[in-house]
């Protein structure tokens, strides 16, 4: 088990939530609050008692999600084969802390490792249902691809300054020719489709599993609607050979749709790579490692 991370960053601390809650949910004062073992970035999140957590925004950046998961989580859940977090209540600026936050609903199970789940071919099945269950929600009136999904969901041209830049970077450490046309192919690939709901970041630390199954995902901070290409990229951050086999016949989506999602696989793992290839070999290797499984699967499914 990895070590629970220390308290206190980004300024907040186990006392601090014990002071909001105090100040703003008195019933729930008397309940212990503990940090999370395994902890996002964009958030801060602590146990409250048994049954729930409290989740509050590490920069102003990220306060959008805040309003945006207390409304359309609630809406969402009912279409969805698993658990989503369940807002309890909405908390507000106070204790010299000054962002929006939440409380939260504690879902059991523990983060997507390969240990823990019974068969990653089924596993990648799961994954695909939920993806498409989302996609079949209905997304009248739901938050439109911008700035609070981080793009997620907007054609993958908002990054294509960067990508050049790190692939320019990364020129003579990874086959940078054949990155750049995954990345010409992504472009090329427009969006033309209705927009429909997206998470925005289907990734093992937001998958939780019990008995070896599917059984919650969470942080829904860059969900929006728009294209659905975004939460493809497991496929080759998590997936390989059988399962990841598994994940596209489940899952369908058409030509374009996977050569955007190559390329915002590239893009982040692009980025990722040229800022840690000298310093973090465990990091780089796993990004060095996307990337070449992105540029394989173009060779094999890019059509001329």
């Known amino acids: 088990m990895a070590p629970t991370p220390p308290d206190g960053r980004a300024g907040i601390d186990a006392a601090l939530v014990k002071r ?65 977090p369940t807002v309890l209540g909405q908390g507000v600026p106070g204790e010299g802390y000054p962002f929006p936050w939440s409380v939260r609903g504690w879902l059991s199970g523990e983060t997507a490792r390969r240990e823990r789940i019974g068969g990653m071919s089924r596993f990648a ?9 989302l996609q079949r929600c209905d997304a009248r009136g739901g938050p439109v691809a911008d700035e609070h999904s981080f793009y997620r969901g907007a054609p993958p041209a908002h990054y294509d300054e960067e990508t050049r830049r790190c692939l320019a970077a990364l020129k003579g450490r990874v086959d940078t020719d054949r990155a750049a046309a995954v990345w010409e192919a992504a472009l090329a690939a427009e969006w033309h489709g209705a927009p429909v709901w997206f998470h925005g970041d289907i990734a093992p630390g ?18 929006g609607t728009g294209d659905p290409a975004c939460d493809l990229v497991i496929a080759w951050g998590m997936f390989s050979g ?3 086999a598994a994940f596209r016949r489940a899952v369908g989506q058409d030509d374009g749709t996977w050569a955007r999602a190559r390329g915002w696989a590239l893009w982040k793992s692009s980025l990722v790579l040229s800022e840690t290839i000298d ?18 699967d173009h060779d094999r499914f890019a059509r001329p």
């Open 20 to 84: 909001l809650i105090a100040a703003q949910f008195p019933r729930w004062s008397g309940l212990p609050v503990t940090p999370v073992e395994v902890d996002g970035w964009d958030n801060r999140t602590y146990r409250l008692g048994d049954s729930m957590t409290v989740r509050l925004p590490t920069a102003a950046g990220y306060v959008p999600a805040v309003a945006k998961e207390n409304r359309w989580l609630p809406r969402l859940a009912p279409s969805l084969p698993v658990a989503v």
């Open 206 to 223: 937001n998958l939780l599993v019990a008995d070896g199954k599917l059984t919650a995902v969470i942080d829904f901070g860059t969900a």
């Open 242 to 244: 059988a399962d990841r």
């Open 125 to 133: 099945v799961e994954v695909a249902e939920f993806v498409l269950a």
């Open 279 to 296: 310093t973090n070999e465990e990091l780089a290797a796993l990004n060095r490692h996307v990337i070449g499984e992105v540029l394989a």
